[in-house]
């Protein structure tokens, strides 16, 4: 199911600054390649990264999942020149990959690490300024409540797919996916504790604020 009308999709791309040649490499690669080449947040939803790392200019960014490298090498351009941005990624080969990307770039501010985000998050000793959810679905409410703590008063959490293909706009949602996603949604609209925001960007994107 396309949330986002494709043809509206394709005016907003056209009217969106390009990406630059690396970032085109990393998506022309990953569609060309990897069987779940739908994860790569892609051209809109990068752009929109960047811009918001660059509006906040964040010391310290949290990304859980990095897949093929695109989203943290978008979010790495709005960091303080002091900023170090630390990736998890669970998949070994994936992680090779992201790796790659970032040497060509010769990127020194990305710690890339590799394994289980549950188990690494809390051997980060840091105040995150901005975190980036994007890993396994079902684990979303366990990974804000991790990380929440640790995110300065006024920080921001962004949090993907939270329109999981539509199928959270069911009356029955059903998977174990979307009904974690459903109950992700429920849990960050009843809080008081923070500003939300859910846009309809891509899969659907929540801009959280810590109060």
């Known amino acids: 199911m396309h949330i986002v009308d494709p043809a509206a999709q394709a005016y907003a791309e056209r009217y969106t600054t390009t990406e630059d040649v690396l ?13 779940k080449a739908h994860m790569l947040s892609g051209h809109l939803q990068g752009k929109f990264l960047e811009m918001v790392s660059c509006m ?16 943290a ?3 790495e351009k709005g960091l303080t020149a002091d ?18 990307f970032f040497e060509k770039k010769d990127v ?10 549950l188990k690494i998050i809390d051997q980060l000793d840091e105040t995150w300024d901005l975190v980036f959810i994007d890993a396994d679905k079902v684990n979303y ?3 804000f409540d991790l990380v929440l703590p640790k995110v300065r008063k006024g920080g921001f959490i962004l949090a993907d797919n939270v329109l999981f293909h539509g199928q959270v ?4 949602v059903k998977g174990k996916n979307a009904v974690a996603i459903q109950s992700f949604n429920d849990m960050i609209a009843a809080r008081t504790d923070i500003e939300k925001v859910l846009l309809p960007l891509r899969d659907g994107l929540f801009l959280i604020r810590k109060l």
Do not use: N, W
Request: include cysteine; aromatic fraction near 4%; hydrophobic fraction near 45%.
């Open 108 to 117: 020194k501010r990305i710690l890339l690490h590799v394994g289980e985000a």
């Open 73 to 75: 090498l978008c979010l």
């Open 169 to 172: 706009l069911a009356e029955e």
């Open 141 to 143: 409410s366990i990974y």
């Open 83 to 100: 900023g170090i941005l630390h990736t998890i990624e669970i998949r070994p080969a994936d992680a090779a990959t992201a790796a790659l």
């Open 23 to 35: 970032l085109r490499t990393i998506a022309m690669q990953t569609e060309a390649e990897h069987p």
């Open 56 to 71: 906040i200019r964040p010391r310290r960014i949290l990304e859980i999942g990095t897949f093929t490298g695109y989203s």
